[in-house]
């Protein structure tokens, strides 16, 4: 696939990006759309015309933004519904609430770098949240995007996934001491192997899934830096730092441009597709081999599956 595929780039906005399209009659799901660049993702899509649902873990939070959003795109408000992405019952709870055709589902929310914390399960906190989670939904609501036909799935990824493959014999640090940023790391290069694994999976039933890098964007997602060392990235990173509105460009590009409806299974940034690099490229361009590999894809959906189901089998016992 040509880069050039788009003619988007790094200062494009979601509201470029939607520039006379018309999402009438469309349905969305935008998960962490509280806060950061889902907010944006979601008054985009909704300023279009879909009918935006916001996934979140704040009920009020939630609703204040669809007020928002509702005021400044003369739009009804987006729905509001509870999501603990790392709760697998909530996320049951969720889609089991869900009604007829799904054509969007935005993989956005997240955490980053978070201390060292489980789930009940024994699931490390970062892995649960940023792949687990967003996995179990969409199992969930497969059905949901297959009757829709040409369902879109975006999986927000972060060049992040850099620093780390998915370390298959040791997922949760049971073995090595526990590092933040590779927890994270981890996490991200999953959900780009999930949008890989959606093009090896779900391909026949119409669904198509990419990943995607929004760019450098300050946001709550950065709550767990030390503040010297987030002030003195600021100051460093001032020339390529974007808004949250192009921060959500990327995420909406995928979830809705006409010239990406076939494509499945890669990896974007700055509204083109990433080049494959050996290391991500000043913090923030490129995309690692080990985040597009097949292989890896399938032994993570599988390892995903057994996870969820021995945790549904626990709660159920």
């Known amino acids: 696939m040509r880069r050039d595929i788009t003619a988007f780039g790094a200062h494009s906005t979601a509201a470029d990006v939607l520039d006379g399209i018309d999402l009438t ?5 935008v998960t962490g759309a509280a806060s950061g660049i889902g907010v944006e993702t979601a ?3 909704a300023g279009a015309g879909a ?3 916001l ?5 009020a939070a939630g609703r204040r933004i669809a007020d928002d959003i509702a005021s400044t795109t003369a739009r009804a408000a987006p729905a509001v519904a509870e999501l603990h992405l790392d709760q697998p019952a909530s996320i049951e709870e969720f889609t089991a609430a869900w009604d007829g055709p799904l054509d969007v589902l935005v993989n956005n929310a997240g955490i980053m770098d978070a201390p060292e914390s489980y789930t009940p399960a024994g699931w490390e906190s970062q892995f649960a949240t940023n792949h687990l989670g967003h996995f179990a939904l969409a199992l969930g609501l497969h059905d949901a995007l297959a009757v829709a036909g040409a369902a879109r799935i975006v999986s927000v990824s972060s060049s992040g996934h850099g620093s780390s493959p998915v370390v298959f014999d040791d997922l949760f640090f049971r073995r090595r001491p526990y590092e933040p940023g590779l927890a994270y790391a981890q996490s991200k290069t999953a959900n780009a192997l999930f949008a890989v694994g959606v093009g090896l999976r779900w391909a026949a039933d119409g669904i198509t899934a990419n990943s995607c890098m929004p760019g450098g964007i300050w946001t709550g997602l950065q709550k767990h830096w030390d503040p010297d060392v987030l002030a003195a990235t600021k100051i460093a990173a001032a020339d390529v730092v974007k808004t949250p509105e192009q921060g959500a460009a990327t995420s909406v590009l995928l979830a809705t441009a006409p010239e990406l409806a076939d494509v499945t299974g890669r990896y974007f940034e700055d509204c083109h597709e ?5 290391a991500v490229q000043d913090g923030l361009y490129g995309v690692l081999p080990w985040a597009l590999d097949t292989r ?9 599956v057994a996870l969820l189901d021995a945790e549904a089998r626990s709660r159920a016992s």
């Open 55 to 59: 996934a979140v873990r704040d009920v």
């Open 51 to 53: 009918t935006v649902t």
């Open 274 to 278: 990433a080049a494959v690099v050996d």
């Open 25 to 29: 009659g469309r349905t969305a799901i």
């Open 43 to 45: 008054r985009a899509l």
């Open 296 to 304: 890896d894809a399938d032994r993570l959906w599988d390892v995903s």
